[in-house]
């Protein structure tokens, strides 16, 4: 089953079976649009087109930062590797597995359960998630964005 849904004036959320997996290649928005989105610094950015292990763009609060006023959060963008590296992992490439957890059980898992408990994530900005088109009968990757860009 899928639904859209509107999570404010300008996000979508999509919900679907839980059979579906969240996507693993999509393409970050310029350092100039991350930059305006976020109030935050520009940044040196090499690749626009992401899968699990590449380093992007993900804005944050930062540490240390309590969000019980009524003012807006202040944000940093930390360019790090997509996906989770769990303390305990002796290898970067631990994050091709670990992009995708389920609300449902991110708190058990060894992999999210203290980046859970801690409060710890981000945002993964994206103007665009590629999945696969299976009409023809093989894998054709399908770009899909927003109609209004």
Not at 47 to 54: A, C, E, H, N, Q
Not at 93 to 114: C, D, L, Q, V
Request: net charge neutral; aromatic share 12%; glycine share 6%.
């Amino acid at each position: 089953m899928e639904r859209w849904g509107r999570a404010g004036p300008h996000i979508r959320t999509f919900t679907c079976s839980s059979e579906a997996l969240w996507c693993s290649h999509y393409e970050a928005p310029s350092p100039h649009q991350v930059a305006e989105a976020f109030g935050v610094a520009q940044f040196d950015q090499v690749r626009l087109d992401l899968w699990p292990g590449y380093i992007g763009p993900f804005p944050r609060r930062p540490d240390g930062l309590a969000g019980d006023n009524d003012s807006p959060p202040t944000m940093e963008v930390l360019t790090c590797s997509f996906g989770l590296i769990p303390s305990w992992s002796k290898d970067s490439k631990f994050a091709k597995h670990t992009y995708n957890a389920r609300s449902e059980t991110a708190a058990e898992k060894p992999s999210f359960r203290h980046a859970w408990r801690h409060a710890q994530h981000c945002i993964i900005p994206a103007v665009a998630i590629f999945e696969p088109d299976w009409r023809s009968g093989k894998s054709v990757a399908t770009r899909i964005a927003r109609a209004d860009g």
